[in-house]
C-alpha cells in the first residue's frame, strides 16, 4: 500500500498563493504521470494539473497561468504551485501518481488522501 504525506494547504484571502507538495512513501519502478485533482463540496473532481514524464505539462483553463505543476520521479514528489488563488479554487486537492510499483507489477494510479485549499476574505 502506498502512503503519501501531502502539505501545504490552509486558508488564504484572494490573490495570496500557496505551495501544495505530496510525497509517496514508496518506491516506484517506474511512475507514468502524475497529477493533481480537486473536488469542491457539491461538485465532481476534476483534473486540475498533468505532468508527464517528459516534463511537458497540461492545465484546465481555470488556472492556466496560475498554476504550476513539477515532479521529481526520483523523490516521489510532486508539488503544486497556486498564484493570484481565487474563491473558486477553494477545494480538496489530491495528488496522484500513476506507475508501477515493481518490473511485474500492473500499471495502477495511487492517490494521496487530500489536503484543503480555502481561498476566502
Known amino acids: 500500500q502506498v502512503e503519501f504525506v501531502e502539505s501545504g494547504g490552509g486558508l488564504v484571502q484572494p490573490g495570496e498563493s500557496l505551495k501544495l507538495s505530496c510525497t509517496a512513501s514508496?518506491?516506484?519502478?517506474?511512475?507514468?504521470?502524475m497529477a493533481w485533482y480537486r473536488q469542491a463540496p457539491e461538485k465532481q473532481r476534476e483534473l486540475v494539473a498533468f505532468l508527464n514524464p517528459d516534463g511537458t505539462s497540461t492545465y484546465i483553463n481555470s488556472v492556466k497561468g496560475r498554476f504550476t505543476i513539477s515532479g521529481d520521479s526520483a523523490k516521489n514528489t510532486l508539488t503544486l504551485q497556486m498564484n493570484s488563488l481565487e474563491p473558486e479554487d477553494t477545494a480538496e486537492y489530491y495528488c496522484?501518481?500513476?506507475?508501477?510499483?515493481?518490473?511485474?507489477?500492473?500499471?495502477?494510479?495511487?492517490w494521496g488522501q487530500g489536503t484543503q485549499v480555502t481561498v476566502s476574505s
Open positions: 496522484t501518481i500513476t506507475g508501477r510499483l515493481t518490473e511485474t507489477s500492473i500499471l495502477a494510479t495511487y
Open positions: 514508496t518506491n516506484f519502478f517506474n511512475i507514468e504521470n
